[in-house]
């Protein structure tokens, strides 16, 4: 079984569309969170939920809207998407704090063209 | 920003030992170190995690010096699946945002 997964894993779309991408964790775990990885691979957190509730929201656009139904999901919402949007997104989780183990999800492909 | 400095690229052979080293001048008391390990279209992945002096699992080892300030992840005899990129989190007990930061991590090639 796969401890994080996320779909869809490759996406492609046209700029100024609407587009989700869903995560579910089966580790149990309290925490959760969205990084991006850009073409350069640096790894920016993007959005940590605690038990569904929102801890960390870094400098991202209000175009990116994070919601978690309970502990085990956390979606990603992207409204009017924009080139600059392309990216790998990955979905992760850990049990409390980071200084604990991250496990990620092998994460989505988002092009907008 | 608390933040983890890492060589940008590495390169080594089969079966030799590879240390990568991360500088993190800033960590914190409660803060721990972890590596993980990334291939190509993967999520990043853990391999080990430490607070001080040595830790070793089947895969790796890790040195933490007294004033752990810098930690290296030690790979004995690479093999050609080495070949990653890898990334050292300086973490503890608060959701602070540097202590999420992985920075540019270092790719390691391993040649035949």
């Given at each position: 079984d796969t401890a994080v997964s996320q779909t869809p894993k490759y996406l492609v779309t046209q700029m100024g569309n609407d587009k989700s991408i869903k995560c579910e964790q089966n580790l149990g775990h309290d925490t959760m969170y969205w990084y991006k990885q850009d073409s350069k691979k640096f790894l920016k957190i993007m959005f940590s939920y605690n038990n569904k509730e929102l801890i960390?929201?870094?400098?991202?656009?209000?175009?990116?809207?994070?919601?978690?139904?309970?502990?085990?999901?956390?979606?990603?919402?992207?409204?009017?998407?924009e080139l600059g949007d392309s990216a790998v997104y990955f979905c992760a989780s850990s049990q409390g704090t980071p200084g604990n183990t991250i496990y990620f999800g092998e994460g989505s492909w988002l092009t907008v063209v | 920003l608390a933040k983890t400095t890492q060589p940008i690229s590495m390169d080594s052979y089969e079966g030799q030992e590879v240390n990568i080293t991360c500088s993190h001048n800033n960590i914190a008391t409660n803060d721990y170190i972890t590596w993980y390990q990334?291939?190509?279209?993967q999520g990043p992945r853990f391999i080990i995690q430490g607070y001080k002096t040595k830790v070793t699992n089947e895969v790796a080892s890790l040195f933490i010096p007294a004033d752990r300030k810098s930690s290296t992840l030690s790979l004995p005899r690479v093999s050609l699946?080495?070949?990653?990129?890898?990334?050292?989190?300086?973490?503890?007990?608060?959701?602070?945002?540097?202590?999420?930061i992985f920075g540019t991590g270092t790719r390691l090639q391993v040649f035949p």
């Open positions: 960390i929201n870094e400098t991202v656009p209000n175009r990116f809207s994070p919601k978690s139904p309970d502990k085990a999901h956390l979606n990603l919402h992207i409204n009017s998407l | 990334q291939f190509p279209s699946s080495d070949t990653a990129v890898y990334y050292c989190l300086v973490g503890g007990p608060s959701y602070n945002t540097d202590k999420l």
